[in-house]
């Protein structure tokens, strides 16, 4: 025996390296989000900032003019500025969390809606319930050879939970970080 025991090797910790780290700041300005697929154009969602609901401020509202047949939401630029500084390895991952409310279950449907948050081509998917301010968080690993380095983005894409006209969301407290795992 040579007397170096696990405590000695593994005296530590090493943590994953992050590689991006976004939240969300809609106080003052949309962010830079801007709409995403949006049936006729894309000048037919309407997006605010600071808006306020149940007392609390901050929020991004969202609101849809016409009904939506095809896939669509926000995502955060245009793509011309890259969220990751490169491409993507096979077990990137990423944390997330955000509140989203959507509004009136008759622009929604009354059943949850499959709501779409997708970062680095990954689509996560989570149940909102309409009506009700709804605390979503989660991780997904990345399990390719590239990825768009673009992201957030929020998209409906379901037929049965794509918004009507006058359909209404409102999201706050995106965060988004992408490691590396050492």
Do not use: C
């Not at 992050?18 to 309407?46: K, M, W």
């Amino acid at each position: 025996m040579l007397g170096l025991g696990s405590s000695l090797l593994h005296s530590g910790s090493i943590a994953d390296t992050l590689l991006f780290s976004y939240t969300s700041d809609f106080t003052s300005s949309i962010d830079s989000f801007i709409a995403q697929s949006i049936e006729d154009s894309a000048s037919d969602l309407t997006l605010t900032y600071n808006e306020t609901i149940s007392g609390s401020d901050g929020w991004l509202k969202g609101v849809f003019a016409e009904d939506q047949a095809s896939p669509g939401g926000i995502k955060w630029h245009d793509g011309t500025v890259a969220m990751f500084p490169d491409n993507g390895l096979t077990g990137d991952y990423f944390t997330y969390s955000y509140k989203i409310y959507l509004h009136d279950t008759s622009t929604w449907g009354s059943d949850d809606v499959r709501t779409s948050l997708n970062v680095l081509n990954i689509h996560h998917y989570d149940q909102i319930t309409p009506e009700g301010v709804v605390n979503v968080s989660g991780t997904s690993t990345f399990s390719g050879d590239d990825y768009d380095r673009n992201g957030p983005m929020f998209i409906w894409n379901l037929v049965d939970d794509q918004p009507s006209a006058s359909a209404v969301f409102y999201i706050k407290d995106v965060r988004v970080d992408l490691y590396r795992p050492y």
